[in-house]
């Protein structure tokens, strides 16, 4: 049992607490919940640093996009501030003044 006296403070846990307890909640047959309150962590707490030590140390974004000139198709048959958008089903060809309302809608709809 822990007395606190005084102002509450929060608690930190060094990157070597964090790695043994949550070895100690990896371990077959371990229940995180006794593993937390023998070490008087909060459970959520140790199921969000398993989520943490779990998750892509970059965030997720956007893919990139490499921009090629199709071999079928010649420089002079494309229109400048046109975009082609190939997908396995479907060719489609966005003009430079199309809404981006009406883009949006079309890539909806060829997702679905």
């Known amino acids: 049992m822990t007395l606190i006296t005084g102002i509450e403070r929060r608690r930190r846990w060094s990157l070597e607490e964090r790695a ?9 047959g371990a229940v995180v919940a006794e593993v937390a309150r023998r070490s008087d962590v909060c459970t959520s707490l140790v199921y969000k640093w398993r989520r943490e030590a779990r998750s892509p140390a970059t965030p997720p974004g956007f893919a990139s996009v490499v921009a090629e000139q199709p071999a079928s198709m010649p420089a002079a048959g494309l229109d400048a501030g ?26 909806k709809a060829l997702r679905s």
């Open 20 to 28: 043994e307890i949550l070895a100690a909640a990896d371990e077959p």
């Open 82 to 107: 046109v975009i082609l958008v190939e997908l396995k089903d479907a060719r489609i060809r966005i003009g430079a003044n199309a809404q981006s309302a009406m883009i949006a809608a079309t890539l």
